[in-house]
């Protein structure tokens, strides 16, 4: 709800209203919250509650720096160690993909780009990238619901992503990585081209 901007930056989060809403314990999302402050995604402030934390513009070329180094690793070792199901499943994967930059559908991307992320989780078997790109794929998301809309090409960031997802297919390591920086220069470009856009 956070990263969709369903509840934008500068809310107020209720963890009465939370437990309401979604049906889950306190205990549960006293712990998700803070896990969510940790990233950087809310601030805990005593005696106010829990606020959405801004949208830094300027600290998304700080975070694309980083992401750029660990999306490289990850895509370059799941390229080197995915098994031919999961191969089979960054084909699949490439397919929806294309069919969202055919379509100009945003969800079809949305959905696919979700379960790209986590299959490349999984087949990196890298705990420690895992741990680090999380919460930086999480701000990043957020200032993608933000802006996309009126900035970004779609169907271009659908045929980067489904040119990495065919090159780990294929076990072609060198070319994941390849494939992995062209997106990132795509994501700097658009976020520059944002950020001159809000001067």
């Not at 995915?82 to 055919?102: H, M, P, Q, S």
């Not at 919460?135 to 990495?164: M, N």
């Not at 090159?167 to 994941?176: H, P, T």
Request: charge should be positive.
């Amino acid at each position: 709800m956070i990263v969709t901007l369903r509840v934008p930056p500068g809310s107020l989060i209720s963890e009465k209203a939370l437990n309401r809403q979604l049906g889950i314990g306190r205990t549960p999302i006293r712990e998700a919250l803070q896990r969510l402050a940790l990233e950087g995604t809310v601030r805990i402030v005593p005696r106010a509650g829990v606020i959405v934390s801004d949208i830094d513009m300027v600290d998304q070329l700080k975070m694309i720096e980083v992401r750029r180094e660990i999306e490289k690793i990850l895509a370059g070792r799941a390229a080197r160690l995915a098994d031919g199901r999961a191969c089979a499943a960054f084909r699949d994967l490439a397919a929806e993909f294309e069919k969202a930059a055919v379509r100009n559908d945003e969800k079809i991307f949305i959905a696919t780009d979700r379960e790209f992320n986590a299959l490349i989780l999984v087949s990196a078997q890298n705990s420690y990238a895992a741990h680090a790109i999380v919460p930086i794929e999480a701000q990043t998301r957020r200032f993608w619901y933000l802006h996309f809309k009126q900035f970004g090409d779609l169907a271009r960031v659908c045929e980067l992503h489904a040119r990495i997802a065919l090159l780990i297919a294929s076990n072609d390591e060198a070319g994941a990585r390849q494939a992995s920086d062209e997106l990132l220069d795509y994501v700097e470009w658009y976020t520059r081209r944002t950020l001159e856009s809000l001067k």
